[in-house]
Every structure is written in structure tokens, then in C-alpha cells.
């Protein structure tokens, strides 16, 4: 008589699922993601134009001023046709890219200086080759060339110092890596808006 076997029906297990966080992560850190990154330049530019030309005007002002009380025998009105001047400090800080956003405060400063200091040359040589010292004074234009600088940097310290901590200033980044390395750049960055740059999230493998 025949004998049947019996093979058992193999048990087929039912997939895992997958648990736990994906491979690579991004947290975003920032409220505010409404704000273009061509909002957030311009804005920030436009603060340290004006920033800038408060700056300018009152350094000129107050060494004008200095001269006239200390024996300047000049009527101190005629400088305010010197007033269209700022806007060449204006577009040679642009044209020394003074305003790039972030910008090496090192650097930040030696551009300055030396933008500062061209304008004062050139106004200095054209008051000499028109030989116009009785008009306006070449030792005028000496002395404002530090004080324009003192001002533009304590101006621009200023205007970082009580804007940085705006939605609006600076340029986002996003941090790559969660080990130390990474942690620190973060921090330092939270730390020093200032700086121009706005950590606004962190591309990670695993969660911290």
C-alpha cells in the first residue's frame, strides 16, 4: 500500500519594519523660513550703507567743526557742498566689496582703510591742483581721514551689535556633520551672529 509524506509547508516570517530615524536626517533650527536669501542680503547691505554714512557725515562734521573753533578762519557752511562725496566712499566700499555678506572682519577692515583713505587722497590732490587751500583745507581733509575711519568701524560695530540678532541679517547656512567638529561650528555660530552667518539647520547622520 502506498504511504503519502508529508512535507511541511515552510513559515514564511513577515518583513520588518523599519524603525528608528532615516539615514540622513536635516533639523531645521530656524522660525523664520518666509525670508529670501535676496531679502536677507539686502537688508543686511542696506544697514551697513546707512551705517556708513551716519558714520561719515558725523566724522567729517566733527573735525570741521574741531578746525573752525580752534582758529579756522573759514565759513564752515562751504563744506556741505562736499556732502555728494559720500556717495563715492559709498560705491568704493561696494566696488572693495566691503559689503559682501559674511566678510572677514580682518579683511572688513583693511578694504576700509584703504578705501578711506584714497578718497581723502584724491580730494586732497584736487584741492591742490584747483589751488584752493583757502577754500578747503588739506589738514581738514588729514585729520578726517582717521576719524572717518574710527567712525565707519565703530559704526558698523554698532549696527551688527544691535541687529545681528535679527530674522533678517546675514546669510543662512547649514551645518554638515553632528560630531564635535560640527557642534562647536554650531554654537560658535549661534553664539556670534555678527558674524553674518545664520546656522538655519543641520544635515546629520543620526540624532544627537
Known amino acids: ?33 518666509k525670508l529670501t536669501l ?7 547691505v542696506a544697514s551697513l550703507v546707512v551705517s556708513d554714512l551716519i558714520a561719515l557725515a558725523l566724522a567729517n562734521t566733527v573735525i570741521v567743526m574741531i ?33 559682501s555678506v559674511p566678510l572677514n572682519p580682518p579683511q572688513e577692515t583693511k578694504q576700509l582703510c584703504i578705501a578711506i583713505a584714497l578718497v581723502y587722497l584724491g580730494l586732497g590732490s584736487v584741492s591742490f591742483l584747483l589751488r584752493t587751500p583757502d577754500i578747503y583745507s588739506r ?37 554638515v556633520g553632528c560630531g564635535r567638529v ?10 556670534g551672529p555678527e558674524l553674518g552667518i545664520k546656522p538655519v539647520g543641520n544635515l546629520r547622520d543620526h540624532p544627537w
Open 38 to 44: 535676496h531679502q536677507r542680503v539686502s537688508w543686511t
Open 139 to 175: 589738514l581738514i581733509f588729514l585729520a578726517a581721514c582717521p576719524a572717518a575711519i574710527f567712525a565707519v568701524l565703530l559704526g558698523r560695530s554698532l549696527t551688527r551689535m544691535l541687529l545681528s540678532r535679527k530674522a533678517w541679517w546675514g546669510r543662512p547656512a547649514i551645518i
Open 1 to 33: 500500500m502506498p504511504t503519502e509524506t508529508l512535507i511541511p509547508k515552510a513559515r514564511t516570517q513577515p518583513a520588518a519594519k523599519a524603525t528608528g530615524p532615516s539615514p540622513s536626517q536635516v533639523t531645521v533650527t530656524s522660525h523664520d523660513t
Open 67 to 99: 578746525r573752525y573753533l580752534f582758529g579756522g578762519e573759514f565759513n564752515p557752511v562751504i563744506y556741505l557742498a562736499l556732502w555728494p562725496m559720500l556717495a563715492a566712499f559709498i560705491t568704493l566700499f561696494a566696488f572693495m566689496q566691503t559689503y
Open 182 to 191: 560640527g557642534r562647536r561650528l554650531m554654537r560658535t555660530l549661534i553664539a
